[in-house]
């Protein structure tokens, strides 16, 4: 049976790359993106175009902040981190998330009525 790869709730890769940035500190986007997918154990399978895209937004809206730096194959990258603002975001999306998750929840736990 072939499985499909998951797509992303809308505004949830927001919540993935912040988190990812808190947690382990500057990246570039490449390794951002790979991480989350080690992380979701290749269910999520990201397009880097999308997560550039992401990153730029991220960046305008004062969450992330970036400079140049040397990748790990000694090529010239965009280092990412979060911001104090970032973090901020980051706690209410995580709340958000809790909330919208337990009622995704509740509603999946639900019995048919009338026992039919």
């Given at each position: 049976?072939?499985?499909?790869?998951?797509?992303?709730?809308?505004?949830t890769?927001?919540?993935?790359?912040?988190?990812?940035?808190?947690?382990?500190?500057?990246?570039?986007?490449?390794?951002?993106?790979?991480?989350?997918?080690?992380?979701?154990?290749d269910?999520?399978?990201?397009?880097?175009?999308?997560?550039?895209?992401?990153?730029?937004?991220?960046?305008?809206?004062?969450?992330?902040?970036?400079?140049?730096?040397?990748?790990?194959?000694?090529?010239?990258a965009?280092?990412?981190?979060?911001?104090?603002?970032?973090?901020?975001?980051?706690?209410?999306?995580?709340?958000?998330?809790?909330?919208?998750?337990?009622?995704?929840?509740?509603?999946?736990?639900?019995?048919?009525?009338?026992?039919?």
């Amino acid at each position: 049976m072939c499985e499909r790869k998951s797509e992303v709730m809308h505004g949830t890769l927001d919540l993935m790359i912040l988190k990812t940035l808190h947690a382990l500190g500057p990246l570039h986007g490449f390794g951002i993106a790979r991480r989350i997918e080690q992380v979701s154990e290749d269910v999520l399978r990201l397009n880097e175009g999308t997560v550039y895209t992401l990153l730029l937004r991220l960046q305008q809206q004062g969450w992330i902040s970036s400079k140049w730096g040397t990748s790990e194959n000694n090529r010239k990258a965009r280092f990412y981190s979060i911001t104090r603002y970032g973090l901020k975001q980051l706690m209410l999306e995580t709340q958000n998330w809790e909330r919208i998750s337990g009622v995704i929840g509740r509603v999946l736990r639900l019995e048919r009525e009338g026992g039919a």
